[in-house]
């Protein structure tokens, strides 16, 4: 895969899927640094970072924010969590952190609302972002998500400025065992969360899941699937965090054919898109932690199974998550946001225009897609959130007054 720029009537790059018979799954561990961090690159090692990816399945890049946007962007993390949750809720004071916490916070996950604020946008339309995700895919023809942060709040010696004490809050940890893939490899369905899925609705089963993956959507075995988080502050090992199986893609194939059942069964659950990997399954004996440094950006393929650990330190774990794909992959399309949706104090560059999918790409099928008909679902969708941030937004102005 090279770095140049290619042309979308082209047929998307093949991914490497193995033929289904590996009998034996015995992945390499991730290389660490001598201060304990996955060993990264920097976006001028290319052809290094595509090596390590192709054979891991995930990499890290680093320095794709500065301090100063890092901390920008934490800030906006903590107005997020006043305005949408609890104005009561002080980054300084863990005393105020017990309540009006959001939903999902046991998987690490800061709520299920869309992290729509200056620095986060701009995070999304970061050159440097933009060229790691394009260095792995081979095509600069991208679209990226609108979607979430990602916060564990310590769990041992805190220290409380109103009593001056420290206290250990177990009730505040994650859940230790989760491990899923965003996709279902027997009919290839993919997590679309945070993009416009084309698909007529994400959580309706597949009628026929055995061929399944006839469908033009139901890709995910076939095209090459990216998700990612950019570290805001240090992710230590012990603050928790990410966790995944290296080289899965690999392995993918056989493991689907060993558990044909369970992919039938996750077909049929509330979210037929996601896998949750059974507690004695013999492939998380080589889940590996991930912790990455400041402002760099972990970048994994969406056949590694993954999730988060807890954080056991007292040391905040704070991320941003943002995926990108290709502009021409016919399972999504960018999330239907409107400008007026883009936060005030946000300026959209002309790559921000094409990733958030303002403005369609150069390429003749990359303008067929940006005039295809939307998905009524997630129109309706994006219009009830809207309707609801800004009530939950407005309701916290009246109440500050």
């Not at 701009?122 to 050159?127: E, F, H, I, K, V």
């Not at 890709?219 to 570290?231: C, E, F, S, T, V």
């Not at 790559?351 to 005039?371: H, I, M, T, V």
Request: proline share 6%; aromatic share 8%.
């Amino acid at each position: 895969m090279g770095n140049t720029e290619s042309n979308l009537d082209q047929k998307l790059l093949p991914i490497h899927v193995s033929a289904g018979n590996d009998e034996i799954f015995h992945p390499d561990p991730l290389p660490l640094d001598s201060d304990g961090f996955i060993v990264s690159f920097n976006l001028e090692q290319e052809e290094e970072l595509l090596k390590f990816f192709e054979k891991h399945g995930v990499v890290v890049i680093s320095n794709v924010l500065t301090d100063e946007q890092c901390q920008r962007s934490v800030d906006e993390v903590w107005l997020f969590l006043k305005e949408m949750f609890n104005q009561n809720i002080d980054a300084d004071k863990p005393e105020t952190w017990a309540t009006g916490w959001p939903t999902f916070s046991k998987m690490g996950i800061l709520g299920n609302e869309r992290w729509l604020y200056p620095q986060a946008c701009d995070n999304r339309q970061n050159p440097r972002v933009y060229q790691a995700f394009r260095t792995i895919l081979g095509d600069h023809e991208l679209i990226v998500n609108i979607t979430r942060a990602g916060l564990m709040r310590p769990t041992k010696n805190i220290f409380l400025p109103s009593s001056n004490t420290t206290e250990d809050r177990e009730d505040w940890k994650t859940l230790s065992e989760w491990l899923h893939l965003d996709m279902n490899p027997l009919t290839g369905r993919c997590t679309t969360y945070g993009f416009e899925n084309v698909a007529d609705s994400h959580f309706d089963s597949s009628e026929d899941p055995l061929n399944a993956q006839t469908k033009s959507t139901n890709n995910g075995m076939r095209i090459r699937k990216l998700q990612g988080i950019i570290a805001l502050d240090d992710c230590r090992e012990e603050d928790g965090g990410f966790h995944a199986v290296p080289a899965f893609q690999h392995f993918i194939q056989t493991w689907t054919k060993q558990n044909q059942q369970l992919c039938l069964d996750a077909n049929q659950s509330g979210d037929p898109t996601t896998v949750q990997i059974p507690k004695d399954d013999p492939i998380r004996e080589h889940i590996q932690r991930m912790p990455i440094r400041k402002g760099s950006l972990l970048i994994w393929d969406s056949r590694l199974p993954h999730g988060n650990y807890p954080n056991n330190s007292n040391h905040m774990r704070i991320v941003q998550y943002v995926h990108m794909a290709y502009a021409s992959d016919e399972a999504i399309r960018p999330y239907p946001l409107t400008k007026d949706d883009l936060p005030e104090g946000f300026h959209l560059t002309n790559l921000g225009e094409r990733l958030y999918g303002f403005k369609p790409w150069e390429s003749d099928l990359a303008k067929k897609r940006f005039r295809e008909k939307r998905n009524q679902r997630v129109l309706d969708q994006a219009d009830f959130e809207r309707q609801v941030r800004n009530t939950i937004k407005g309701d916290h102005k009246n109440e500050s007054k």
